[in-house]
């Protein structure tokens, strides 16, 4: 990740976006490189604007949140500041599995 100081992510967040990297750059580095720019800066609009997720996935925690961006789902907690991003999925199928314990 780049300059992401507005934004904690969770370990697990680099690993998303690398596999990110590697499925765009099979076809175009530059876009990849691109792509994972436009992620980053969304991650850090959401945590300006928390409410941009409105996506709430536990009816019960309306901290946790998350925000589609093409094929993919940025998962966060926006509470406490920064926000946390905790994933960024691809095409989630089976989120709560993914997210259980979040």
Partial sequence: MTNMASVRARPQVKKDLLDIWVRIAAASPLRADRYLEML?????????????????????????????????????????RPIEIVRVLYDPHDIADTLQGV
Avoid: Q
């Avoid at 850090?44 to 946790?64: E, F, I, M, T």
């Fill in 40 to 80: 980053e800066h969304r991650m850090r609009l959401l945590s300006a604007s928390p409410s941009l997720g409105n996506l709430r996935l536990d009816p019960s925690d309306d901290r946790v949140r998350a925000h589609g961006v093409d094929n993919y789902l940025i998962v966060f907690r926006s509470a406490p």
